[in-house]
């Protein structure tokens, strides 16, 4: 049999399992109730925000984008950031929202790639910090791009609101979906409630 026949660590790793379906669709379900609660609030907050500054208001974005990058930095799979995304918005928008079911699904969609681009760059090979913030920003970035190509075409992309919502977007994502979830990730891992994963025994320090 040719060396080609077996399969390598790494390619082994970036398979699914059962575990893995089950942990993301659980973080998909969180999130979609935090989502759902962060809709049913966030309209005061949102206008006292973009009347202080236009545009501040992309500050509250990042409350829908860290399903992917939560979901991604504990399985570890190709993926993941996409299906935690999705399963989240999925049920928010069946929880009810103001922006309906087909609108929902698109832009969690659009998030979850954006998170799920910055992993497979790295090859799924580098799960720090960094990666996660990244992960997290750039979801941001595809939230606010979906944004003003659906919602907002009447504003000046490049003008002044445009520009400072898609800088308090990207911040946004950055401090809520990555800084935040990397260290719920470590809190997590910590507490051995990780353990059939690579990433909750390497903080533990425990071996396979």
Not at 38 to 61: H, Q
Not at 110 to 126: M, T, W
Not at 175 to 197: C, H, S
């Amino acid at each position: 049999m040719s060396a080609v026949d077996y399969p390598n660590k790494h390619e082994e790793q970036l398979q699914w399992r059962v575990v893995d379906i089950a942990v993301a669709s659980v973080i998909g379900v969180a999130s979609a109730l935090i989502y759902w609660v962060v809709a049913i609030v966030s309209s005061g907050p949102w206008t006292i925000l973009d009347g202080v500054i236009p545009g501040l208001a992309g500050i509250i974005n990042g409350l829908w984008l860290f399903a992917g990058p939560l979901a991604a930095v504990i399985v570890r799979k190709p993926g993941v950031a996409i299906y935690a995304e999705v399963v989240a918005g999925v049920l928010e928008a069946l929880f009810g929202n103001q922006w309906g079911g087909a609108e929902t699904f698109a832009i969690a969609l659009v998030q979850g790639l954006g998170a799920e681009v910055v992993f497979l760059i790295l090859r799924y090979k580098r799960w720090n910090m960094g990666a996660v913030v990244l992960s997290g920003a750039i979801s941001g970035l595809g939230c606010w791009a979906y944004s003003f190509f659906t919602n907002l075409q009447s504003i000046d992309i490049l003008g002044s609101y445009g520009i400072m919502y898609a800088v308090t977007t990207i911040i946004s994502g950055a401090i809520f979906a990555g800084v935040l979830m990397w260290y719920l990730y470590i809190a997590i891992a910590k507490t051995g409630a990780l353990d059939a994963f690579e990433s909750g025994r390497e903080i533990r320090g425990v071996s396979d």
